[in-house]
């Protein structure tokens, strides 16, 4: 089994401030990572994925994470936030070896970016 | 490109009544997934097609809900009857899903909002 777990449920922060928000992962087998976004009142937005080589992942709107293995983490960052990037941000986890493609995903960190 | 496209966007109903929710995936992704976002939580999955076959149902309640992809389309998601703990956001996904072993990336629709009074 596998599970994912965002260790702040809420991130104050103020524009232009950088940011991580913290994922923290465990499984028994190798696993793909992802981030995604969700606005308010709207779908999830994949943000960001590891699936294999460099552990450090780039994607949309200045967003990046690392892949630790040893700490099995995956934490999300930006240099400088906007106003605009206040939203819901799940990091989640895909087991390889599965035949399926289940994404578990964490709670979820709340993202208010204060003027 | 189209997203995928769900409907209702909101719906309330009272305890014991039935619902069904409509998914329009993405045109050409084979794979299509439903999810239940319980408030403050994050998104579960409930069942994933492939085409029109299921391959994964394992958290599906199968004594009240029921879903189903005919034609390997579009896909219908129903819960009869039901609770007030299945007041979720419902979420619908598709993916190319190449076949290759790599996960292809999830496009999600904008959900459908349930309350159950």
């Known amino acids: 089994a596998q599970s994912v777990t965002q260790l702040d449920s809420q991130v104050p922060v103020f524009e232009e401030a950088p940011v991580e928000l913290r994922c923290n992962y465990s499984s028994s087998v190798s696993v793909y990572l992802f981030w995604y976004v969700q606005y308010p009142n709207q779908g999830l937005q994949l943000l960001l994925k590891y699936l294999s080589g460099s552990t450090l992942v780039k994607g949309i709107n200045g967003f990046e994470a690392e892949f630790n293995k040893s700490q099995t983490s995956f934490h999300l960052r930006k240099p400088s936030v906007h106003i605009s990037d206040t939203a819901e941000y799940f990091c989640a986890v895909n087991n390889k070896e599965t035949s399926g493609s289940r994404l578990t995903f964490g709670e979820g960190t709340q993202l208010t970016v204060n003027p | ?117």
């Open chain 2, 1 to 117: 490109e189209a997203g995928v496209a769900q409907s209702p966007r909101y719906k309330i109903i009272e305890k014991r009544q039935s619902v069904a929710f409509w998914c329009n995936p993405i045109s050409g992704h084979a794979t299509l997934y439903w999810y239940q976002q319980i408030l403050g939580q994050g998104p579960k999955l409930l069942i994933q097609f492939q085409n029109n076959g299921v391959v994964d149902d394992s958290q599906l309640p199968k004594d009240r809900f029921s879903a189903e992809r005919l034609k390997g389309v579009d896909s219908t998601l129903k819960i009869q009857p039901a609770k007030l703990e299945d007041s979720a956001v419902y979420l619908c996904a598709s993916s190319w899903s190449s076949g290759t072993g790599i996960t292809d990336t999830q496009y999600f629709g904008p959900g459908t909002r349930l309350t159950v009074l």
